[in-house]
Structures are given as structure tokens and as C-alpha cells.
């Protein structure tokens, strides 16, 4: 669910990347079947790639969540947000506890931007990553 509201929030200000030079672009775990199906319901246009094997998490040294994640006090109010905003999970998929991340690149191959979700639901804010191009 928190990534269906994450996508969500890009797709919304997708236009304020653009006038940024900026463009966006998700990677999502899934096949390539789920992938379509998750293009499909959340109505982005901008690339989805798959990475069934996880390698990008890994080389981002994004971080996996457990059980106890499911009953941190900012997972139960990211939770209680996402689910007033209508998003609901819809399985728990290969990788259920692998968290996110999000990520400002630069020409250049520079960092502009990194954040490393905590829990489940810990998305970087889009005011930030907007913040964060020139």
C-alpha cells in the first residue's frame, strides 16, 4: 500500500519534476505481469522497472523490515494515512518486508538526494526530493 501512495503523490506532481528538468522513475520488485498490473491501477507514465533479484536494493544498501516493523507507533500512522487516502494492500508479494527508498540523481552521476525508509511507509516527503533539484 505504501508504495502504491508513494507512486501516487509522484504522479500527482510529476509536472513540477518536469518544469525541474527532472524525470521520474520507480522500480518495483515484481515480474514483469505484476508490474503491468501496477501500471495499470496506479496510472503512471513514467518508467517502472523490475528487479526481481533486488540488485539495485542491495547496491543501494536499502534496508529490510520484520514483524516488530508492523508495530512501530510511524508504521501504525503511516498505515492509518494511507489506508484515509483509500490505499489498501493488496498482497503481500515476493519481498513483503523489503523497505524503500528514494534517490535524487544529477548529471554527472552525482547524489543529489538519498532517503532510506526506516519502516514501512517511511517515504521521502516530495516537497524534499523537489528540494532537492537545481
Same mark, same amino acid.
Given at each position: 500500500?505504501?508504495? !502504491? =501512495?508513494?507512486?501516487? +503523490?509522484?504522479?500527482?506532481? =510529476? +509536472?513540477?519534476?518536469? =518544469?525541474?528538468?527532472? !524525470?521520474?522513475?520507480? @522500480?518495483?520488485?515484481?515480474?514483469?505481469?505484476?508490474?503491468? @498490473?501496477?501500471? =495499470?491501477?496506479?496510472?503512471?507514465?513514467?518508467?517502472? /522497472?523490475?528487479?526481481?533479484?533486488?540488485? %539495485?536494493? !542491495?547496491?543501494?544498501? /536499502?534496508? *529490510?523490515?520484520?514483524?516488530?516493523?508492523?508495530?512501530?507507533? $510511524?508504521?501504525? #500512522? %503511516?498505515?492509518?494515512?494511507?489506508?484515509? #487516502?483509500?490505499?489498501? +494492500?493488496?498482497?503481500?508479494?515476493?519481498?513483503?518486508? +523489503? /523497505?524503500?527508498? *528514494?534517490?535524487?540523481?544529477?548529471?554527472?552521476?552525482? $547524489?543529489?538526494?538519498?532517503?532510506? *525508509?526506516?519502516?514501512?511507509?517511511?517515504?521521502?516527503?516530495? *516537497?524534499?526530493? /523537489? #528540494? #532537492?533539484?537545481?
Amino acid at each position: 500500500m505504501f508504495c !502504491r =501512495e508513494h507512486v501516487a +503523490q509522484l504522479r500527482e506532481h =510529476e +509536472q513540477s519534476f518536469q =518544469e525541474k528538468g527532472a !524525470r521520474l522513475a520507480v @522500480i518495483g520488485l515484481g515480474d514483469q505481469h505484476y508490474a503491468r @498490473i501496477f501500471r =495499470e491501477e496506479t496510472g503512471i507514465t513514467f518508467p517502472l /522497472l523490475v528487479d526481481e533479484q533486488r540488485q %539495485a536494493y !542491495r547496491v543501494a544498501e /536499502l534496508r *529490510s523490515g520484520n514483524l516488530l516493523h508492523i508495530l512501530r507507533s $510511524d508504521n501504525k #500512522a %503511516a498505515r492509518k494515512r494511507a489506508n484515509f #487516502a483509500g490505499f489498501r +494492500q493488496y498482497g503481500m508479494g515476493k519481498n513483503p518486508f +523489503q /523497505l524503500g527508498g *528514494s534517490f535524487v540523481f544529477g548529471p554527472g552521476n552525482v $547524489d543529489r538526494f538519498a532517503h532510506l *525508509s526506516e519502516t514501512f511507509g517511511d517515504n521521502a516527503p516530495v *516537497s524534499a526530493l /523537489l #528540494a #532537492a533539484l537545481p
